[in-house]
């Protein structure tokens, strides 16, 4: 299979979350769903009541975000946006046409924005990265990997992007998933030349709906990229919700503790099972298995939404929210497995 053909196969790919469609498909009320299929944690920080300015003022710069997300990631320099897919689809269009290399399977957003905005797209393995890397003049990697849980060490990370920016390179990474783990972040680092970082607040805040991410990078792109957004990115609510959340440092603690915890059990739970290898982070975790389809839909008709993939064949399954969940996807996964 060529480079190509990986991405193009992988572009047509859902994302995750189409709980409606799974209730159509499978004649199961949509009540009744079990979703694994996202990768959200579950118990996310909690909303509390917002005031009622939020929602009668213009968003302002002005406000609190920014300081917040500056002690949250340790770094001065960045920009709030709609959600990192905000920045997905307009970070391409910054540079003239080049060589971007894309971690395969991964994140399918990437490769599609980079591609559409005319730049040559290379399909690129986790374990390709560090021959592939002298040839491009973007690298993008989501780390940990959506949806393999695939991960470098910081070191190398930063060895990667000191080649890339020798030549007015970039390399860009989605650490939409790193936030239990954020000794991997490379996000500290910023700003530096050639080095973009997206984070977000949709995964391990659990506030997908918000539509928040920020770009950590220098100061020059993050002009560029402001330029390119235009004024009011991120709603009045959604900016008051991040501030909270941003700071409540004990919420992040106690999460972390608890997401690293659960995607241990969810790694037991996957050892029941025959003829699967398995990888994920504190959010998901990713099975290998030809029998992906299979599984995809037995688990289905028992009301349990998972992501199915094809090259590799595998299933990423997400956290359960409660006791409840746990134990339907316990006795779901031993009948599946049989």
């Known amino acids: 299979m060529s480079d190509s053909f990986c991405l193009d196969a992988l572009s047509r790919l859902p994302h995750g979350g189409r709980i409606r469609q799974a209730a159509a498909r499978y004649g199961i009320a949509l009540e009744a769903w079990l979703d694994l299929s996202t990768g959200i944690n579950p118990n996310g920080w909690r909303v509390p009541q917002l005031p009622a300015s939020t929602w ?73 990265v560090a021959d592939a890397v002298s040839g491009l003049d973007v690298l993008v990697l989501t780390h940990p990997n959506n949806p393999t849980g695939a991960r470098f060490p910081p070191s190398r990370l930063l060895d990667w992007h000191l080649n890339l920016c020798a030549h007015g390179g970039w390399l860009v990474l989605d650490e939409a998933f790193i936030d239990a783990t954020p000794a991997e972040s490379l996000a500290a680092y910023c700003p530096r ?20 991410g920020f770009v950590l990078a220098s100061d020059s792109l993050l002009r560029q990229l402001r330029a390119a957004l235009g004024p009011w990115s991120v709603a009045g609510p959604s900016r008051w919700v991040a501030i909270q959340a941003l700071r409540d440092r004990a919420w992040h603690r106690s999460a972390r503790t608890r997401l690293v915890a659960e995607s241990g059990r969810l790694q037991t739970l996957f050892e029941q099972l025959e003829s699967v290898h398995q990888d994920g982070c504190a959010l998901f975790r990713w099975m290998v298995t030809q029998r992906a389809v299979r599984l995809h839909d037995r688990l289905a008709r028992r009301g349990i939404l998972t992501r199915v993939f094809t090259d590799p064949p595998g299933l990423r399954l997400g956290l359960p929210g409660s006791e409840s969940a746990w134990e339907r996807l316990e006795t779901a996964l031993k009948e599946v497995g049989a």
Do not use: M, N
């Open 56 to 128: 009668s003022r213009l968003p302002e710069d002005e406000d609190e975000l920014q300081d917040a997300a500056r002690t949250y990631y340790g770094t001065g320099s960045l920009l709030a946006v709609a959600g990192t897919q905000a920045a997905i689809q307009a970070l391409p269009l910054l540079r003239a046409p080049c060589r971007a290399g894309v971690l395969y399977p991964g994140y399918t957003e990437h490769a599609y924005a980079w591609r559409r905005a005319g730049h040559e797209v290379v399909a690129v393995r986790a374990e390709q």
């Open 193 to 212: 030349p050639g080095l973009v970082v997206l984070r977000s607040l949709g995964k391990f805040f659990g506030l997908a709906g918000a539509r928040v």
